[in-house]
């Protein structure tokens, strides 16, 4: 619409353009004629203001003189600057019904640097049959917090595992009877319960933090999949699922963290960093109870010392570059190794109990090293085949001095064997 001017009666012209609009004048009696205002004046803005409205779906209603703003205000971006709480459940007073509808009603806000987004749930089951997907570029401002849990955070001593402490090595039944009882127990701890029946919670690009909430994976999904930025947990269990906590190229700090029960395996990282303390467990895998390549870092506090228990692949296995420090770690009863290192990683594992496993207690291979140090390894090879508390191959190196006494060594200590492993003491 280009700007109106006044009519000339004289020419009969209505002038345009900013200089025509410029030179309107009201009039002065005596002194100065008015503009006579054109028609055009007043149809054209009519003409473009409604075109605006039917533009948007809207009908014009000359009743309505908030259309225009509504026309104009779609996709308009609001900015967030105070610390706000969103609550999610199912009763008429919550602000939304699930986190997707929380995430919806974010999608035309932005959260301004010092602010924080809380999205509060409810104390009560949430269910979902599709991914939720927080991929936003504000998510570090951005929390999920669940009810206060019913009791305290599950102990490492609260934990049911029967059986595997002599040969036969710990079966897959014994593993699902342990499985059943520990899924009950945990969430009888937790108010808040996020149910996938199909989808996992994803955090493509991290987010602020999620704490007090069990995850409930689905068959063939994994449970909290994380893949970029960073993000602190806080009393965290999941369960099920096919991989539990999935992490890449993120980093991961927080407190009592558990994964049981999953059918591939507990915790996978890739070229990821994970640093937690507190209550940290992985039991009951059907495959590793932790899997980390591509450079990943597992780090726990010995304060409550790691435990990966009852999986049925290897306790712990690194590979590619990759590197743990979970010293006194309680890793035993896995159907292969305890600690399997390989690849130019290295694991330091000083005072760990890692017996009872179906293969190798350790083992190191292909340029890896690991720190045994006052750890226990006796009680191991369980499959009967020729496996040791400690072996070292094509490369590998381990330290072993002040290890527990009955451990069974491959090559000796202090000599390097015909693959180029070598233990020292």
């Known amino acids: 619409m280009d700007y109106v001017g006044g009519f000339n009666p004289s020419t009969g012209q209505t002038a345009f353009g900013k200089p025509a609009l410029d030179a309107l004048v009201n009039a002065d009696p005596g002194v100065t004629e008015g503009s006579v205002l054109a028609m055009e004046a007043v149809k ?4 473009e203001i409604l075109y605006c409205i039917e533009q948007r779906g809207l009908t014009p209603d000359k009743d309505d003189r908030t259309q225009l703003w509504q026309a104009l205000s779609v996709g308009q971006i609001e ?10 459940g199912s009763d008429p007073s919550d602000d939304q019904p699930t986190l997707q509808d929380a995430l919806d009603y974010l999608a035309d806000k932005l959260i301004a640097p010092g602010a924080l987004v809380t999205l509060s749930m409810r104390a009560e089951t949430h269910t979902y049959s599709a991914d939720v997907v927080f991929d936003r570029p504000d998510v570090e401002r951005i929390r999920i917090v669940g009810a206060a849990l019913t009791g305290s955070f599950p102990a490492h001593g609260d934990f049911s595992l029967v059986g595997g402490t002599t040969a036969p090595v710990y079966s897959g039944a014994q593993r699902a009877a342990d499985n059943a009882l520990n899924d009950t127990m945990v969430r009888s701890r937790f108010a808040t319960t996020i149910n996938f029946t199909a989808g996992a919670l994803r955090f493509p690009n991290g987010m602020q933090s999620l704490s007090n909430v069990l995850i409930d994976g689905a068959v063939g ?9 960073k993000c602190n947990l ?21 407190s009592n963290v558990v994964m049981s029960g999953q059918a591939a395996e507990g915790l996978s990282q890739k070229a990821s960093y994970l640093e937690l303390a507190g209550v940290v467990r992985v039991q009951g895998a059907t495959g590793n109870g932790v899997s ?8 726990v506090s010995s304060t409550d010392p790691f435990q990966s228990r009852g999986n049925g692949g290897h306790g712990v296995a690194l590979g590619w570059s990759s590197s743990a420090h979970i010293p006194g770690a309680q890793v035993d009863r896995n159907t292969q190794n305890g600690l399997w290192v390989i690849g130019n990683s290295s694991c330091y594992a000083d005072s760990s109990m890692v017996v009872h496993n179906g293969e190798n207690g350790a083992i190191a291979s292909n340029g890896s090293f690991i720190d045994m140090g006052l750890a226990n390894a006796t009680s191991n090879n369980y499959v009967g085949a020729a496996h040791y508390g400690v072996q070292a191959v094509h490369g590998g190196h381990i330290y072993a001095a002040g290890i527990a006494g009955g451990t069974t060594f ?3 200590v202090n000599t390097i064997g015909t693959t180029g492993g070598f233990i020292s003491i």
């Open 44 to 47: 054209h803005p009519i003409e």
């Open 79 to 88: 900015f967030i600057t105070a610390n706000t709480t969103i609550t999610v």
């Open 221 to 229: 999904h994994d449970g909290l999949v994380i893949t970029g930025g």
């Open 234 to 254: 806080s009393n965290v269990a999941i369960l099920g699922g096919e991989n539990g906590l999935v992490t890449v190229l993120t980093s991961i700090t927080g």
């Open 292 to 299: 980390a390549n591509f450079g990943a870092n597992l780090t």
């Open 410 to 412: 491959s090559p000796s």
